[in-house]
């Protein structure tokens, strides 16, 4: 029942988060110190040492601080007490409402940094048979019960080496929406080679939301997204991703790129990104082995942290002239966003959420795949090791116990399963070094709100 | 609030 707040400063905000009702506060430099100095319950009068601490104050002023830090208390807006743990109860084994279809275990790119082993995810180089296309929809069906919305996304490897499939299942998808009640939504990850005027249009018409991979400035991005022949990509796939975008109209789209130790200067790649006529953009760090020479390690977090500082202040004076852009790891919503339960659940991997592999086996998600001991069910005999699926249903927020003490578990959901599995050998330990950039990205989100919010005030 | 501005309603 402890309340919890975080507090930071950063481009002169003093800001304060209540963790458990999400109130964002914009203080003033003495309120922002106050709280160092005093614990709830804020019981009584103003404690004889807040006046000790602000001598230049008067204390009829300090006074009326302590007030409005009460007010603030008595609303449970600071401090609120948490009443999620009330909330175990929800965290069931639930209809799987999304899957990640491998469609080719194979790739045209040799990217340095794929998790995915450059498309083959440690196997052998496939492609996927429609029929086992067919017979992941039938699964999803059959384990999505009562649920409308699913959400199928075509992934590798690259799943442009696979079209053909492609069409074929969503064809198949939407045969059987009406009948079952459900309503597909299609998304595809691309490198962008393989595009064509045909297939954009069918992504354009069929595709939810699109995925271009691309990590930036031509130099960045050819020295680690490289062909079998060790050639760079940009020249290929950006004037394809152009035409896609140009094409697409409102549709959704992101230009995703990864950043590594080679550029963490990256918000030059997200503004060149801009420059060359994107404006939904996400550029993320690499997730990789620290002895390798283009791993982000703790050494790097201060450069790092620096850098996303300086992309929000360049992102705000841009929204502030009219020239913006989504940046998707600083975009929130403070006024709502999801409800408690899903951001205790997180991306509901293993439960809500599976990966299909070339030969019809199931597993917890795609960063699983070429993992054997995490195989939980295959589309063939339409299995579900429930086993498995119960694993995941308590692999929430409550079940973390290191996330339950963070201030930021409402907003990264107890982080990647997979990544924590890899790097802490156990899916409820975080991988801290992901956290620790997650933790700056949302400080600067909620700085970014903090201006706007003043811009807006003064304009 | 003289000292405090609060920027949302504030999730269940």
Avoid at chain 1, 271 to 296: C, K, M, R, T, W
Wanted: glycine share 8%; proline share 4%.
């Amino acid at each position: 029942m402890t309340g919890m707040i975080h507090k930071f400063s950063q481009n002169g905000y003093y800001i304060v988060l209540d963790v458990n009702s999400g109130a964002v506060h914009v203080v003033d430099e003495v309120f922002y110190k106050m709280l160092d100095l005093v614990q709830p319950p804020f019981a009584g009068d103003c404690p004889e040492a807040l006046y000790a601490a602000f001598p230049e104050i008067s204390r009829e002023e300090i006074g009326e601080y302590y007030s409005e830090l009460r007010e603030l208390y008595e609303a449970e807006q600071l401090y609120s007490p948490d009443y999620y743990d009330d909330l175990a109860g929800k965290m069931i084994s639930a209809p799987v409402k999304a899957m990640c279809l491998h469609v080719a275990h194979d790739c045209n790119l040799r990217c340095r940094y794929c998790f995915a082993s450059t498309g083959d995810f440690g196997g052998t180089r496939t492609m996927m048979p429609v029929e086992i296309g067919k017979m992941a929809i039938d699964y999803l069906i059959k384990y999505s019960g009562s649920r409308h919305n699913l959400e199928l996304d075509f992934f590798g490897g690259e799943p442009t080496m696979n079209f053909e499939l492609v069409k074929e299942v969503v064809r198949y998808a939407r045969s059987l929406e009406k009948a079952h009640n459900k309503n597909f939504r299609f998304t595809i990850t691309t490198n962008g080679i393989l595009l064509d005027d045909d297939k954009i249009d069918f992504i354009n018409k069929e595709m939810f939301n699109v995925v271009l991979s691309v990590d930036g400035r031509k130099e960045v991005n050819d020295r680690v997204r490289a062909r079998v022949d060790g050639s760079g990509c940009y020249d290929s796939m950006m004037p394809k991703f152009k035409r896609l975008v140009e094409k697409r109209g409102d549709g959704q789209y992101y230009v995703r790129g990864t950043f590594t130790k080679f550029n963490k200067d990256f918000a030059e790649d997200v503004l060149h990104l801009n420059q060359e006529g994107f404006d939904q953009i996400s550029v993320e760090p690499v997730v990789a082995d620290p002895n390798l020479d283009y791993a982000l390690t703790w050494d790097d977090l201060p450069e790092v942290f620096a850098e996303y500082e300086r992309l929000a202040k360049i992102l705000l004076e841009r929204k502030k002239t009219g020239t913006g852009f989504n940046f998707f790891h600083f975009m929130l919503d403070l006024d709502q966003g999801p409800c408690a339960v899903k951001r205790l659940k997180g991306c509901g991997c293993g439960n809500e959420y599976v990966a299909v592999t070339p030969d019809g086996d199931v597993y917890p998600c795609h960063q699983f795949v070429g993992h054997e001991e995490w195989k939980m069910g295959s589309v063939l005999d339409l299995s579900i090791d429930e086993k498995k699926k119960e694993m995941f249903v308590h692999s929430s927020v409550l079940d973390k116990p290191e996330c339950k003490k963070c201030w930021a578990k409402f907003y990264c959901s107890g982080g990647c399963n997979a990544n924590n599995m890899q790097y802490a050998r156990n899916i409820l330990t975080p991988y801290t070094l992901a956290c620790e950039m997650e933790k700056k990205r949302l400080e600067c989100a909620i700085m970014i709100k903090a201006a706007l919010d003043e811009w807006s005030t003064e304009g | 609030m003289k000292h405090v501005k609060t920027l949302n309603k504030a999730m269940k």
